[in-house]
Nanobody, 124 residues
Framework: QVQLVESGGGLVQAGDSLRLSCAAS????????MGWFRQAPGKEREFVAA????????DYADSVKGRFTISRDNTKNTVYLQMSSLKPEDTALYYC?????????????????WGQGTQVTVSS
């Protein structure tokens, strides 16, 4: 079993920055890719960013490319999402997830473990 706990969310103004963290416990996660997804009220969960096991490969949704940065520290079993130039449309519940198998890191179905989420609210 894996437990994922997100933190770092909050209420910020447009243009501000936030760093989300996701701490993993219960098993070694250094061999797995990790992803961040988000879900806004009334909308489906969407892919935000993903990172491979070593941190050498990253992928981003077009909507956040150039503004968000995903990283990981395998010595701390933690993955991060640095968010800059935040916009009101970034407001959502942000989830981290551990990839357990599948054809694409962008597909939520490939992630077998999910955190409870951390709320990010960006005011205009």
């Amino acid at each position: 079993q894996v437990q994922l706990v997100e933190s770092g969310g909050g209420l910020v103004q447009a243009g501000d920055s936030l760093r989300l963290s996701c701490a993993a416990s219960g098993r070694t996660f250094s061999g797995n890719a990790m992803g961040w997804f988000r879900q806004a009220p009334g909308k489906e969960r969407e892919f935000v960013a993903a990172i491979n096991w070593s941190g050498s490969i990253t992928d981003y949704a077009d909507s956040v490319k150039g503004r968000f940065t995903i990283s990981r520290d395998n010595t701390k079993n933690t993955v991060y999402l640095q968010m800059s130039s935040l916009k009101p449309e970034d407001t959502a519940l942000y989830y981290c997830a551990l990839f357990t198998g599948g054809s694409s890191l962008r597909f939520s179905g490939g992630y077998g473990y999910w955190g409870q989420g951390t709320q990010v609210t960006v005011s205009s």
